[in-house]
């Protein structure tokens, strides 16, 4: 879950600090790419 607004994000049950925070542009909601490249794609990439 990622909080628009906030750098806190909620990964597997348990938060997580994120150097940025989620907006909301357009009806769209942008998370940074140290978000992705963090708790994305190593998820991911494990399985």
Same mark, same amino acid.
Do not use: C, H, P, W
């Given at each position: 879950?990622?909080?628009?607004?906030?750098?806190?994000?909620?990964?597997?049950?348990?938060?997580?600090?994120?150097?940025?925070?989620? /907006?909301?542009?357009?009806?769209?909601?942008?998370?940074?790419?140290? /978000?992705?490249?963090?708790?994305?794609?190593?998820?991911?990439?494990?399985?």
């Amino acid at each position: 879950m990622v909080r628009v607004g906030s750098g806190m994000l909620v990964v597997n049950g348990s938060e997580k600090m994120s150097a940025s925070a989620a /907006v909301i542009i357009n009806d769209r909601t942008y998370v940074g790419k140290d /978000v992705v490249d963090q708790f994305l794609m190593s998820n991911t990439m494990m399985k």
